[in-house]
């Protein structure tokens, strides 16, 4: 039952999205006073559906590290389900919004900068957790 690089490496990512999303929720910014919060930016919503699909995937290797070799039909059709969700995750929200973002943000920044990250944001957001957040 030992762990593979691919289980370790979920379960890193998770823990990288989670300390970003806890630095980005601790900066005190006009703008997360507002209407919506956070909740407005796009980058901040696939920043959670990023987590929480990390977040399935190492509770499906877990699953899966627990039920393996044991013959109990209902633990297998559990993890089934588990995979099935995180797949369609997958498939339907963290990948598509992920490359949407990312895509159309350094599209915009290497258009105009000032458009879609001011400088002055400089000043709230450090830059590592700029990149980290996309």
Sequence with gaps: MALV???????????SYCSILCNYKAIEMPSH???GGSWKFLTFIDLVIQAVFFGICVLTDLS????????????????????SLRDWMLAVLAFPVGVFVVAVFWIIYAYDREMIYPKLL???IPGWLNHGML
């Design 33 to 35: 006073q507002t209407y």
């Design 5 to 15: 690089p691919c289980q370790v490496l979920r379960m890193a990512i998770l823990l």
């Design 122 to 124: 400089d000043n709230f």
């Design 64 to 83: 899966s590290l627990l039920t393996r070799g044991s013959g109990n039909q209902e633990q297998e059709r559990q993890l089934k389900k588990l995979i």
